[in-house]
């Protein structure tokens, strides 16, 4: 009787387990259009950021979903990192943005990039 109870925890924890694994590496289904949606706001925001002549937006990244835009990367100073975040929130489409830059207080020349 205790080794089915164990045998019975030990299967109800992997399955468990196992569910949870599944359930987070799964993403919402999104429509053709969604994915459409989130490119054009992406496209839209880095066509901004580098018509920009205010800002270096070379190491930006942008991604888009559901209209919340994620920028990345890094830039080197903080009129660069807010004017990005600016210029993200005026792009057509955008209902977000999340800041993930990184500053380089060093510059280019202490960046990995000149290495």
Same mark, same amino acid.
């Given at each position: 009787? /205790?080794?089915?109870?164990?045998?019975?925890?030990?299967?109800?924890?992997? %399955?468990?387990? #196992?569910v &949870?694994?599944?359930?987070?590496?799964?993403?919402?289904?999104?429509?053709?259009?969604?994915?459409?949606?989130?490119?054009?706001?992406?496209?839209?925001?880095?066509s901004?950021?580098?018509?920009?002549?205010? /800002?270096?937006?070379?190491?930006?990244?942008?991604?888009?979903?559901?209209? %919340?835009?994620? #920028?990345g &990367?890094?830039?080197?100073?903080?009129?660069?990192m807010?004017?990005?975040?600016?210029?993200?929130?005026s792009?057509?489409?955008?209902?977000?943005?999340?800041?993930?830059?990184?500053?380089?207080?060093?510059? /280019?020349?202490?960046?990995p990039?000149?290495?």
């Amino acid at each position: 009787m /205790i080794r089915l109870t164990r045998y019975g925890l030990f299967t109800t924890l992997a %399955v468990s387990a #196992l569910v &949870g694994v599944i359930g987070c590496a799964t993403t919402p289904y999104k429509t053709s259009e969604q994915q459409l949606n989130d490119k054009d706001t992406a496209a839209a925001v880095q066509s901004a950021l580098s018509s920009s002549k205010s /800002i270096y937006s070379q190491h930006i990244t942008v991604q888009a979903d559901n209209g %919340v835009v994620h #920028l990345g &990367g890094y830039v080197w100073s903080d009129f660069d990192m807010y004017e990005a975040q600016r210029i993200a929130e005026s792009a057509p489409g955008v209902t977000k943005v999340v800041n993930e830059m990184e500053l380089e207080r060093e510059g /280019i020349g202490n960046s990995p990039v000149s290495r």
